[in-house]
């Protein structure tokens, strides 16, 4: 891939592959289902295969806690055109209520096995001129009670991907998708079912929650001919954001 000049949106990817890991459900599925509808070659890596097979998505079966096995995934590859580090999550954990073991796993998951993953990759990517997307999130930008660990490591992964930019230019790009609420199959979870999930989504500008094709649609933009100028950049895909709370707290435009 040339990224010296600006192009139309590449919808003819069949000679390029793609790895997501983590892209068995939620997130990291649509993300996986959106390159597979530009033709690409699609692998999903994780430690489990999917409920149910995805259309145009080969499943790989693969620790990414386990670093020997990370570097021989990659280096089996034929070649490699795009990484999406999608991998990651965390339960809902105050930080006194588990031991600083617990919380480093949640940071090793979140940070270290994008890290270990893409130096596994970049051999592959230079060659290629290809591309790195972080999947991070709106926890790293603002505080997360309950998933401090996981918020701190994706601030983490917003820096690294900034630097890795810097350090890997002009061969290889990188940038980060830095999400915000999605609807996915393990919603009820967070946010206690569809009354929970109607009144979180009335939080967000846009008025819904995000769905994994919105986040798959901005993964395959951030990777494509059209953002050949674009590394080391924070694409936000979070409806608009939140609303200041203080705004809702104000007395002072109420009416009397």
């Given at each position: 891939m040339d990224n010296s000049t600006a192009r139309p949106?590449?919808?003819?990817?069949?000679?390029?592959?793609?790895?997501?890991?983590?892209?068995?459900?939620?997130?990291?599925?649509?993300?996986?289902?959106?390159?597979a509808g530009t033709g690409a070659r699609v692998l999903s890596c994780a430690r489990r295969p999917p409920e149910r097979p995805l259309d145009g998505v080969e499943f790989a079966p693969l620790d990414l806690r386990d670093p020997p096995a990370v570097r021989a995934f990659f280096a089996a590859l034929p070649r490699l055109d795009v990484l999406v580090n999608n991998a990651g999550g965390t339960p809902y954990r105050l930080l006194a209520e588990a031991d600083?073991?617990?919380?480093?796993?949640?940071?090793?998951?979140?940070?270290?096995?994008?890290?270990?993953?893409?130096?596994?990759?970049?051999?592959?990517?230079?060659?290629?001129r290809g591309s790195v997307v972080m999947v991070g999130s709106v926890s790293g930008t603002r505080p997360s009670p309950g998933s401090a660990a996981y918020g701190a490591a994706k601030a983490g992964l917003a820096n690294l991907a900034a630097s890795m930019a810097v350090e890997w230019a002009?061969?290889?790009?990188?940038?980060?998708?830095?999400?915000?609420m999605v609807r996915t199959e393990l919603s009820h979870l967070h946010y206690g079912g569809p009354d929970g999930v109607a009144s979180v989504s009335r939080t967000v500008?846009?008025?819904?929650?995000?769905?994994?094709?919105d986040v798959g649609a901005a993964a395959v933009f951030l990777a494509s001919d059209a953002a050949a100028y674009i590394s080391g950049a924070s694409l936000h895909v979070h409806g608009g954001g939140?609303?200041?709370?203080?705004?809702?707290?104000?007395t002072a435009n109420r009416e009397k």
């Amino acid at each position: 891939m040339d990224n010296s000049t600006a192009r139309p949106v590449d919808n003819s990817s069949r000679d390029r592959t793609v790895v997501v890991t983590g892209g068995t459900r939620g997130v990291g599925a649509g993300i996986a289902q959106a390159f597979a509808g530009t033709g690409a070659r699609v692998l999903s890596c994780a430690r489990r295969p999917p409920e149910r097979p995805l259309d145009g998505v080969e499943f790989a079966p693969l620790d990414l806690r386990d670093p020997p096995a990370v570097r021989a995934f990659f280096a089996a590859l034929p070649r490699l055109d795009v990484l999406v580090n999608n991998a990651g999550g965390t339960p809902y954990r105050l930080l006194a209520e588990a031991d600083a073991e617990r919380h480093a796993r949640v940071v090793e998951l979140n940070l270290i096995t994008p890290l270990t993953a893409s130096l596994a990759a970049y051999e592959h990517l230079r060659r290629s001129r290809g591309s790195v997307v972080m999947v991070g999130s709106v926890s790293g930008t603002r505080p997360s009670p309950g998933s401090a660990a996981y918020g701190a490591a994706k601030a983490g992964l917003a820096n690294l991907a900034a630097s890795m930019a810097v350090e890997w230019a002009p061969e290889v790009r990188v940038n980060t998708l830095v999400v915000g609420m999605v609807r996915t199959e393990l919603s009820h979870l967070h946010y206690g079912g569809p009354d929970g999930v109607a009144s979180v989504s009335r939080t967000v500008p846009l008025g819904r929650l995000a769905v994994p094709a919105d986040v798959g649609a901005a993964a395959v933009f951030l990777a494509s001919d059209a953002a050949a100028y674009i590394s080391g950049a924070s694409l936000h895909v979070h409806g608009g954001g939140e609303r200041p709370a203080f705004l809702d707290a104000t007395t002072a435009n109420r009416e009397k």
